[in-house]
Structure formats: C-alpha cells, structure tokens
C-alpha cells in the first residue's frame, strides 16, 4: 500500500532527475552558508583589495585612483625584490625539507601498534605550541648562549650568531617554522597513508618488490590527493608566513628575513601606503594561485576517486 | 630492523621535544643571565605563575581565549563540514565555482584584507564585540579543502545503498557523512582550535576593550619596550600553551588512530 | 593655571558659540568648549605600557577622576610594535580613540591627514597657542606642530647620551672618569675595547631600528656638516661625502653579529658593549637588566661625540600626546592632558620614571640625576630632532636599510647612501 506508492517515486532517485534535483537542493542548502560567508568576509575584501591595489590610499581620506602605479613602482623597489627573493628561498626552503621529513617520517610511524600511536601523539605538540610560545622559546634557543649553540657545539662547530648573521637568520626562521609544521604533515600524510588499501601492497609484496620501489611505484602515487593537499597547505603557508618573522626577527638583520607579508605589512601600516600594499599582496596572490594550479595539475588528486 | 626503526623514531621525537623542555627551563629562570642551561628551578616556575594569575589579568585573557577558540572551532565544523560534504559528493550548480573561490582565498594575505575587512565588521556594528572577533574567522578555506579531500573517499557504495534505501541527501549526510567523517572533523576541531588560539591581529586591531582581549594579546603586553622579565614571559608563554596540548591530547585518539574512513576498503 | 584676562574670556566665549553652532549643524564632531569649561565624558587613552610610566600613570588617572567626577577614563596599553596598526585601522575606520601617546615625529604625518585635532587652549588654562607654547621648551613642543599649528603636547622628551661602561674601560686601561669626546676619540677606544674574537667591542650601534638609527646617523651626518634630508625635505642628500662618511664610519664600529633579545641595550646591560648610544630612559633600565650595574659605579654618561672638526650635535626625540579629530570629547581630552603636564607631575615623572616632560625650565626639575639633566640642559642648543617630513617612516627604515648594509658590509656606504636617496626619491 503505502510502501508500494512510497517506495517507487524514490528507487527513481538513485539517478536521474530526481536524484539531481535532491542533490543539488540539499548541496546548495548545506554550502550556503559558507557561500555567505566567504562572499561577505573574503570576497567583498578581496575586490576592495584589488581596487585599492590601483589606488594611492594612505588610511586617511579616500582612496586616489592611481592606475598602474603602484605596479610600476613595484618594478624599480628594491625592498619589494630583496622581499620576493627572501619569500622563494624561505618557501623553496622550508616546504622541501618539512614534506620529505614528514613523509620520512610518516611512512614507519604510520605502522599500527600502541607504540606508533603515542609517538604520533607527541610528534603533535610542537604543532599545537601558540606561536607567540613558539617564537620566544626560539629566540633563547638561537641565543649567543643557546641550546642550538650547545648542540652544535657538541659536535664541534663553533657557535654561530644564528638571528644575528644574514646568511643564517632565514635558515634559522626555516628551522623554527618546520619544527612546527612537521607534526601537523606527519599525522596528515598518516591519515593518508592508513588509509590505503593493504591489498594492494600485499600483492607487490608476493611479487617481491623492495621496500624502496613499492614506495615510489605505489605509496606515493596512491598518496596523491593527500599529498596534494599538504603540499598546498605547506606552500600557501610558507608563502603567506608573517608572525614567525614578525617576532623572531622583524626582518631580521638587513632584511634577510624580510618575506613579502612583512614587506606588505610595514608598507601599509607602517608607511601607509596601503594601495600600494594591496598591489604586492596581488603580485603575490598571483603568484600562489599559479602555483597552486600547477600542484593541482601535476598532482590531480582534485576528482578522480 | 623494528628495534632500530623504533630507536630512530623515539630519537627525532625526542630532538623535537627538546625546544618545548627548553621553554620549561627558561622559565624557571629568574634573570636574563641564567637563560643558557637547562636547569630548573620549579620553586620559580612557581612564583612566576602565582604572579601572573594574580596581578597579570590571565585569568580573563584565558577566559576569552576559550570562548573564542572554542566558538570559532565548533562554527568552522558544523559549516566546513556540510560544504566539504556537498562539495564533494553533491552536484550542485556552481560547485565547481565554489570549490575554486574558496581554495583561492587561501592564496589571498590577511593583511591587505585586514583593512576591508575591519570597515565590514565596523559596518556591521561589531567592532569590540565577541562576534565581530568571532564570524569573520567562523569559517576557512583549509576547513572545507580538508573535509572535501576527505569526504571525497567517502565509500560510494554506503551512500548508493542509503539512496537506494530512500534516505534523503541530508539524512545521508547527517547519519552516513557525519559519522564517517568525523575522525577528519575531529581533527579539524582541533586545528582550527589551536590556529584561532593563536590569532593575535585581529582580535588586537577590532577590540578596544582589554576586557576581550585573547592570551596572543595579552602576552606581547607583557613584553613591554625594553624591559621585560624573560622567565615570566616564558612561564606566561608555557601557560597559553597548556589548553591547546590538554585538547590534543583528549582528541588524540581520533587522529592518532588514523582518519581512516570506514572500513569498506580495508 | 593662568590666569584668563576678559579678552581671552570673550575670544573663548566666541569660540565656544562657535563651534557650539558648527555642532548643531552636525557636520562633524565639533571641538565644543563647555562653557563652564568642566569636562565631562569617557575618554578613551591608548598608550603603550613600561613599568615605569605605569607607575606614574595610574595614579594621576584615579586623581584626576577623583578630581573632576564627571570624567571617566579608560586606558587601554598596546603592545608598541602593533600600536601603529592598530591605531590606522582606527583613524581608517572613524573610530579613534579620545587622545593617545604617539612617537612625536609621527604627529605632523597624522595632522597632515587630517587625524588629529589642534590644541584647545582653553582645556589646557591657556589663552591661545602661544601661551602654550612659552610654557615649554621650545625645540620640543616646535616638533610637533603642523602649518603653523600645534597638535600635540610633549612628554618624554630626551636627548642621546653616550653610555659607557666604567668596568670595561678600566679593564682596558682605559681612564673611567674620562670618556671619549670626540667620535675620533670613540673610535680609538673601541679599538682597546675590542677583544681578538670581536665578542666583545667598544661601541655597538642599535640596529635595525629605525629610530635608533636616525638618531645616531643624525649625530654623524650632521656632525660632519651634511644633511640626511635637503632643508626644505623635499630630496635626499644621504651621497654626498658628510652622509657617505657618516656611514663608513658607522660600518667600523661595533660587531653586528653580537645578538642579545634587547639588542644594544641588552649588550651593554651584559658588557659586550662598552659603549651605547641611547635616551634618559636607559638610566633605569639598564639597573633593571642587570642589577650589578649602577649608574656612576658600573656604567656612567657623557654628552653625544662630535666630530674633532665638527659641529656639536644632540640628536633628540619626544613623544607627545594628541587628540583625534574625530573625538567627541577633544575639550576635556585636551583638559586631561594638561592635567598629565603639570609641574608637579613632571617633577615626580622625571624622579620615578625617569620621564622628562620638557616644560619650560625642565633643567631645574629637581629629582633627576643631576648629571643627566646637566649633559641635556648643556646640550640642549644643539638639539636636533632630525627630519621633519610626513613620511618619517619610510625615510627611518631607509636609513635603517642603509645603515645596517653598511654595518653587516653587504654594501658599501657610496652604495647604501645611493640607494637610499633613490628610495626617498621615490617615497618623497
């Protein structure tokens, strides 16, 4: 009775019109909200960012259209160029290291066992450190009279002014960043990696291929929308790092800390030229969104399944 | 060979640890002269946390700390969970849009969206309010890229039989996605947990009133122009970072365990 | 305070007719003067927070509210390094607060955007500006003036001192009770004060901080008869050969790899400085870095160097307290800081905190290490503030660029001063 006429309209809706109607209803009811919210409070900013970037707006008044301005002026200063070099080795420097670390790392950590799992759990405290901790505890560490200085000392190397010589502050800045992101990639790329399906390594196993190859034949491959998404992550996050500076160094000795968010941040708010900010901010959001495709594309863990 | 991969894991761990036992020790020193050893002097751990619950206003930094992080976290999941989900699994006109604005505002810097956005907050009349700390972080590109990679290995064939069996979408998504996902929400709880416990700008720059002012804030306070007692700054430094490890630990064993996804494939 | 004459009663009243009509017409937030002049409302104050201002502080809050109950007054203490951000976001946003303590040298730049409100005479017992200003020294009060008006009051005003540590001299062979005079003489010393290693030097500038920086490029460029900027600052003139000078002898002095968390202050508070340059303030502060140090037995002062053929030049700075233009509240914002300037006050500043107010005739405030006020008060003609041009900013991390380039030798000092008369020559 019931079940009959109740039933059929719905097995109708595992495919075709109804179903894609129920989804995209009930898609378009649950994204909603985000929808609002990122149009409201990153979307509208945006284009007021990208408006200001073509105007002379010093946070007084109203904004003075300027054109390509600000750009040209990009071209020819030097603290936007020494910035932009600093932000590509700091970030070539740091995501490198902290993803083959964390893969290093993760591949035997990700092994079941009580031991692994409590491991895991410690690897994670240097993640959850507030970074303003994190930042002071640093600044002892790479004091003249340091832990950094004492452990190297033990292998027989001189100590070094590490926040003090422009050679080493930005290794020192890398050092301190991948300390804290590298618990946060190991737990992440775990996820990705327990979840892989043991079938397929049991198989390679049977066909007798090493450790090494089924790493590079198998676990990466298959690791891919997850590796994708550290790989972003760990980029985007290198690329837009500005409190790690901030308070380790403050642009450090000569400026060899200085990554573009510190540059945009002393130029909008310290110098107040927040158009011009705005102009760099868009270099730079260029910049991450062109890399971000090419992770996409080269990577592909976007759709397939 | 497992004894020697279990020795090398424990060595890396415990390299990593040794800056957290080094906050310890610095703060348990009195002046900056003792600032290289690794002693410690708990009586003196002690009396800097006495005197930074007594006369420092922790306790109200803390207080706000909490309902910030804690209010930002519960928002970002309840929301990022449900896009994540849609974005994932349901076709819907312009997801595809969707997904990409959102990924691209990861690529966008918050100090130039700093000053808009303050403008919209004071639009909306929210400026030294909780919520005008609170909603515009509510939500985060990383939050809805996670729960969408994730909701992505959701099993197919969980969500096809429920369809079959004439759930609704959203009953799909509460009773099948939710629960599936939930090791990844957990996780993501706690991220947005510890990266909001860490927000020092914007809560600086929209409230006036110290009175809402979260920990970040409140330490760079103590770090006055020139002087500052680096054992107290630490000791208040060790403080901010005892409720995010408390979390971490008592969320421990959803990411720990893995954020493995049902056990379809397995 | 003064006394009104009728002339200065009438001129209020009109004024406070006025701009009580301006009121009414609701344009903007008009600087009403009470006509029973009592101030009322809550002000809010932003203002960064050291121990020994807060000592001084707070007390004169609660007097004050005490005093005129109709006032209620909130501080609100900020981080310094963010103070800036936090204070633009405001002024973008309209929502400034009441009156806040700012860098002096950044007032003329707000007062050019229209962000601060001029001085109400009749808040602070004056007739007119000009009163006010007799009632202070003039180098400092004329530094925070814009086109002819005056918007902000000076406090914490100093000029630089040459610090030196008497332990290291003596160590070195050196005569503590003589220090150098002349930067030829700084430089000979720091030579004996040297150790092989480079750990430990004679002087040691304080780096990367743009106001440091000036400050002691000031003393060298303007010492040598240069300038850092042209009169009329409308063009750098760092490449010339006083600047170009100036910046190598800059780069030969001090170890820039020595590092301390409180930068020179702190290497000296240690001893691996023998000498600093720094402000009145340092006279407690170095006492609480390192209690073995007392001001006469471990580390004394001396006037600023020339040099031996040179102009005498006392690098100086001020902060100084405005009002916003958008407050609602300037007449007893403006009446509440009057209330932070008395003598009395000053007085008591200068002898907890070591803060000097520079009201007319500071250099017989009683309570201050006598020889600290005698170098300033014998310097004081020299007095130079440096620059005075509304992107201060962006000339100091300039300068600051320049400076530390030289000193960390990236590059030379034709290079830096070049460059940084291109950078101006873009910023200006």
């Known amino acids: 009775m019931t079940l009959s006429l109740g039933l059929a309209p719905r097995v109708a809706r595992v495919s075709g019109q109804g179903q894609r109607w129920a989804e995209a209803r009930t898609g378009a009811l649950l994204s909603l909200p985000a929808a609002l919210y990122f149009l409201v409070f990153w979307v509208v900013p945006f284009v007021s960012a990208v408006y200001l970037s073509f105007t002379s707006y010093d946070l007084a008044g109203a904004p003075e259209w300027t054109g390509l301005d600000n750009y040209r002026r990009m071209l020819e200063d030097p603290g936007f160029w020494n910035s932009a070099r600093v932000t590509a080795v700091y970030t070539a420097g740091s995501v490198v290291p902290s993803i083959v670390l964390a893969l290093a790392i993760a591949v035997p950590l990700s092994k079941p066992g009580r031991y692994n799992a409590f491991l895991r759990g410690l690897i994670m405290i240097p993640a959850a450190m507030p970074l303003v901790a994190t930042s002071l505890t640093w600044s002892v560490i790479f004091a003249e009279d340091g832990l950094a200085n004492a452990l190297i000392g033990l292998a027989g190397a001189e100590p070094k002014p590490w926040l003090t010589d422009e050679g080493l502050a930005l290794w020192a800045l890398v050092i301190m960043t991948t300390w804290k992101h590298l618990g946060l990639f190991v737990i992440i790329l775990t996820a990705g990696l327990q979840g892989l399906p043991l079938s397929v390594f049991e198989a390679a196993g049977l066909d007798g291929a090493g450790p090494v190859r089924i790493f590079f034949r198998i676990t990466l491959p298959l690791l891919r929308r997850t590796l994708l998404f550290v790989l972003v992550i760990a980029v985007v996050g290198a690329m837009q790092s500005f409190v790690p500076a901030f308070l380790l160094t403050k642009g450090g000795p000569a400026g060899a800390t200085e990554v573009l968010p510190l540059y945009m941040w002393a130029t909008g708010f310290t110098f107040e030229r927040m158009g011009y900010a705005s102009a760099i901010a868009m270099v730079l959001l260029a910049a991450m969104l062109a890399l971000s495709v090419a992770q996409f594309r080269v990577l592909r863990g976007g759709d397939d399944g | ?266 | 305070m003064t006394r009104l004459t009728r002339r200065a009663l009438l001129r209020t009243a009109t004024l406070a007719t006025a701009s009580g009509l301006l009121a009414a017409c609701g344009s903007e937030p008009a600087a009403t003067v009470p006509a029973d002049g009592v101030p009322r409302g809550k002000l809010s104050v932003w203002l960064h927070q050291t121990k020994a201002y807060d000592k001084v502080f707070n007390p004169l809050l609660r007097s004050y509210m005490q005093e005129f109950g109709g006032v209620d007054i909130t501080p609100l203490y900020v981080p310094v390094d963010k103070l800036d951000a936090k204070l633009l976001t405001a002024f973008a946003g309209d929502v400034p607060p009441d009156l806040v303590k700012i860098g002096g040298w950044t007032i003329p730049g707000h007062a050019r955007k229209g962000r601060l409100a001029p001085i109400i005479p009749k808040a602070m017992g004056v007739a007119d500006e000009k009163a006010l200003v007799q009632a202070y020294d003039e180098h400092a009060i004329g530094s925070l003036s814009y086109e002819g008006k005056l918007y902000g009051v000076p406090i914490d005003y100093t000029i630089c001192y040459l610090y030196y540590r008497k332990d290291r001299f003596a160590e070195a062979g050196l005569d503590p009770d003589k220090p150098p005079t002349t930067w030829e003489e700084v430089a000979e010393y720091s030579k004996r004060l040297t150790s092989a290693d480079g750990k430990k030097v004679g002087l040691q500038w304080i780096l990367g901080s743009p106001q440091w920086t000036l400050m002691q490029l000031l003393a060298l460029v303007k010492g040598k008869g240069g300038t850092i900027l042209s009169p009329d600052a409308t063009k750098a003139t760092l490449a010339s050969d006083p600047g170009v000078e100036a910046l190598r002898y800059y780069g030969s002095l001090g170890n820039p790899k020595l590092s301390n968390p409180l930068s020179g202050f702190g290497l000296f508070a240690t001893g691996e400085a023998a000498m600093l340059v720094s402000g009145l303030f340092a006279m407690d502060l170095f006492p609480t870095l390192n209690p073995k140090l007392t001001f006469g037995k471990g580390f004394d002062i001396a006037p600023m160097p020339r040099w031996e053929s040179g102009q005498p030049v006392a690098p100086a700075y001020t902060w100084g307290w405005a009002v916003a233009q958008k407050s609602k509240l300037q007449y007893t914002a403006w009446h509440f800081i009057d209330y932070l300037q008395r003598e009395d006050v000053a007085a008591k500043q200068l002898k907890d905190a070591s803060l000097l107010t520079p009201v007319k005739g500071w250099e017989k405030l009683p309570g201050a290490d006598q020889k600290a006020i005698d170098i300033m008060a014998a310097s004081a003609p020299h007095a130079d503030f440096g620059p005075q041009t509304p992107v201060w900013n962006e000339m100091a991390k300039a300068l600051t660029d320049a400076g530390d380039a030289v000193a960390f030798g990236k590059k030379t000092p034709e290079q830096a001063a070049a460059d940084f008369d291109q950078a101006m020559r873009i910023a200006l």
Do not use: C
């Not at chain 2, 100090?111 to 509510?138: C, E, H, N, R, S």
């Not at chain 2, 969500?159 to 929400?185: H, K, M, N, Q, T």
């Not at chain 2, 971490?248 to 379809?264: D, I, K, P, S």
């Open chain 2, 1 to 266: 060979m497992k004894v020697l991969r279990g020795t090398v894991l424990t060595l890396v761990v415990a390299v990593m640890l040794l800056p957290v036992y080094a906050m310890i020790a610095v703060s348990s020193a009195s002046d900056a002269s003792d600032l290289g050893g690794l002693s410690f002097d708990v009586s003196q751990l002690g009396a800097h946390v006495a005197q930074l619950f007594g006369q420092g206003g922790f306790p109200l930094y803390l207080r706000n700390s909490l309902i910030l992080s804690l209010g930002i976290a519960v928002l970002e999941v309840i929301l990022s969970a449900a896009a994540g989900y849609a974005l994932a699994q349901l076709r819907f006109p312009g997801s595809r849009a969707l997904f990409a604005v959102i990924v691209g505002t990861l690529s966008l810097s918050p100090i130039v969206v700093l000053v808009p956005m303050y403008l919209i907050v004071k639009a909306l009349g929210w400026i030294d309010t909780f919520q005008g700390m609170i909603v515009p972080f509510m939500m985060s590109a990383f939050g809805v890229f996670l729960v969408r990679q994730f909701a992505l290995a959701l099993p197919r064939e969980l969500l096809l039989s429920a369809r079959v069996d004439g759930a609704s979408e959203l009953r799909i998504f509460a009773r099948i996605g939710v629960p599936l996902l939930r090791p990844a929400l957990l996780t993501l709880f706690l991220l947005q947990f510890l990266a909001q416990w860490d927000n020092l700008l914007w809560p600086l720059i929209v409230a006036n009133n110290p009175g809402l002012w979260p920990l970040p804030v409140g330490l760079s306070q103590l770090q006055t122009e020139y002087d500052f007692s680096i054992g107290l700054v630490s000791t208040a430094a060790l403080i901010t970072a005892v409720p995010p490890l408390a979390l971490m630990f008592l969320l421990q064993r959803y990411y720990v365990a893995g954020l493995t996804l049902g056990g379809v494939r397995k």
